[in-house]
């Protein structure tokens, strides 16, 4: 009788033999034998649960965890509402290709076909938003279940994985072996003929230019793709998801970030080339028909995945394996460094001049406001290239992709395929406690911060060195320059009232506000020498915002 366990039992056991570090979640009788099994049976190496205020935010960490550390973060919740509150944070991670292993309590099985309380359609319903959702109805399948929604959420494309737990199983006898951890599945390296190929397109282009995509930012792949630049030297456009995926050795070959607007300067790259390399790209993150429009070059895929094929992409050759070795073995059909031709580098070095420009602030006419470029620069002076800085959605989040600098992978993070605003926060908290003591960086506005700024209370209570800016407009601002754009107006934008510093304090946090008589520099150093959290909030400067969504720039300057 000894070797009786528990169904939540046997899942703890399960996370332990695939290494979770955190659960995140929240408490309720559906699923309170986990809970209990974390925190009182002194499983050794048992994750430590994070209790969160909203499931939302909890499915936002778990989410950080998987695009962190390419591993699967595990959220867990109770039935009913619970599991509802899951949908957001897990269909921003399957979109953006973030793994996690979502739990979710339910009513037992004897009232899964009755109107019972907080019953509900568990499986069906997060079926649309997952890569695999799933309902166990015997205990003896629960570790079996949960090693496999690991590797699904885990197998590129990453995302959310989905099982539902009867309260009767989480609490019933399970007799079998727990499974140990899965080796990750091997992929190889296309063919030797299509290597050549691909490096033959690259000798005879006039002007290649690489597109980094999310998958190309998976740690192997990054620094795969950098050997290969040393050897070969093109440009490099990152998407907002690849960002710092060029090095600060390497930022001669970088020309800047492209998403939403089709208006930047590798906009200009990319339809000018006569061949882009997609590497590790997805359509989610800047749809082809904004760079692929007008041109008349071809493309090379390079990825783990088949890529989505549209009307605006269809690449020219296609080539899926696991992108650092096959980007290693690209570099042996280089036997000489490869430069491009020097009219083309001429050029290439007038475009560089003009994109710097653009990241010097302007001189201010108000001494009340911050412009953006002001606190972007502030902050890229007092950063180094290990900090993780997390961005909310909003005005904020493009004026930090265009302008804002990151020389490693994955330390700059975006929500650029389902946009969803209230990350920011949560996120930080994630990459706090995988960075002890170090400082996080989180940027939203003033409405974004609203979604998660709860978790303020988390942050607090973990004691996690978490600096928040706070881009206070009193607007939904993204929304208003765009309808203002369209219609002339915008309708349904104004938010505000509220004094973010105090709000800060009030949760037992740091609260500073910036003003006409104390700027951002001085905010951000007394926030860099505070322990614990620190909220800023800033007076934004958004009067140039129209300027964001303007289409393709004139492009006879180059």
Do not use: C
Not at 330 to 356: G, I, M, S, W
């Amino acid at each position: 009788m000894e070797n009786k366990k528990t169904g939540a039992q046997a899942l703890v056991e399960t996370m332990v033999n695939h290494g979770i570090e955190y659960v995140f979640g929240l408490p309720g009788a559906k699923i309170d034998r986990l809970f209990d099994v974390i925190e009182h049976q002194n499983i050794k190496n048992a994750p430590k649960l994070i209790v969160t205020r909203h499931e939302q935010n909890a499915a936002f960490m778990a989410g950080a965890i998987g695009r962190i550390t390419g591993k699967p973060g595990v959220v867990a919740v109770t039935s009913g509402p619970g599991v509802a509150n899951l949908a957001t944070g897990l269909v921003t991670a399957t979109s953006e290709g973030d793994p996690i292993v979502a739990i979710g309590g339910q009513v037992t099985r004897d009232d899964l076909v009755r109107r019972s309380h907080q019953s509900i359609a568990n499986r069906e319903l997060l079926t649309s938003v997952t890569k695999m959702s799933a309902e166990v109805e015997d205990g003896n399948n629960l570790s079996e279940t949960f090693a496999n929604a690991y590797q699904i959420a885990k197998a590129p494309k990453g995302g959310a994985s989905f099982i539902s737990i009867p309260q009767d199983v989480m609490d019933g006898e399970v007799t079998r072996q727990n499974i140990t951890s899965v080796q990750d599945v091997a992929q190889g390296v296309p063919a030797r003929e299509q290597l050549k190929e691909f490096a033959d397109r690259i000798k005879n282009a006039e002007m290649p230019v690489i597109l980094a995509g999310m998958r190309a930012s998976e740690p192997k792949a990054t620094m795969a793709l950098r050997k290969l630049l040393k050897q070969i030297n093109i440009p490099v456009v990152e998407t907002f998801q690849g960002a710092g995926i060029i090095s600060h050795e390497l930022i001669d070959n970088f020309y800047g970030r492209v998403g939403l607007f089709r208006n930047q300067t590798g906009d200009i790259l990319l339809k000018k080339s006569d061949l882009v390399i997609t590497i590790g790209y997805d359509p989610i993150e800047y749809e082809a028909r904004n760079w692929n429009q007008d041109r008349d070059g071809s493309i090379i895929n390079l990825d783990s995945i088949l890529p989505e094929i549209s009307t605006d992409y269809q690449p020219d050759l296609i080539l899926r394996g696991d992108l650092a070795d096959t980007l290693d073995a690209l570099v042996e059909q280089f036997t000489d460094k490869f430069n491009l031709a020097p009219e083309t580098t001429d050029y290439l070095n007038k475009v560089r001049e003009d994109h710097q420009l653009k990241d010097i602030p302007p001189v201010s006419d108000d001494e009340n406001l911050v412009h953006p470029l002001s606190v972007i620069q502030a902050l890229q002076e007092r950063v180094t290239d290990d900090t993780t800085v997390t961005v909310d959605v909003g005005s904020n989040y493009i004026w930090m992709a265009r302008h804002f600098k990151s020389y490693e992978p994955r330390k700059l993070l975006f929500s650029n395929g389902m946009q969803t605003l209230g990350v920011a926060l949560p996120w930080a908290i994630s990459a706090a406690l995988l960075n002890p003591g170090k400082k996080v960086i989180s940027v939203s506005g003033d409405a974004g911060f609203m979604y998660s700024s709860q978790e303020l209370a988390t942050a607090v209570e973990h004691k996690l060195n978490i600096i928040h800016l706070v881009w206070n407009d009193g607007y939904y601002d993204m929304v208003k320059f765009q309808a203002e754009a369209k219609y002339g107006q915008a309708a349904g934008v104004k938010v505000g009232g509220v004094d973010f510093a105090k709000y800060a304090e009030s949760f037992g946090a740091k609260g500073i506000k910036v003003s006409k008589d104390y700027d951002i520099a001085s905010a951000l150093d007394e926030a860099f020498a505070t322990e614990g959290p620190v909220v800023i909030d800033i007076p934004i400067d958004y009067r140039n915002n129209i300027e964001l969504s303007k289409q393709m720039i004139a492009d006879s300057f180059y």
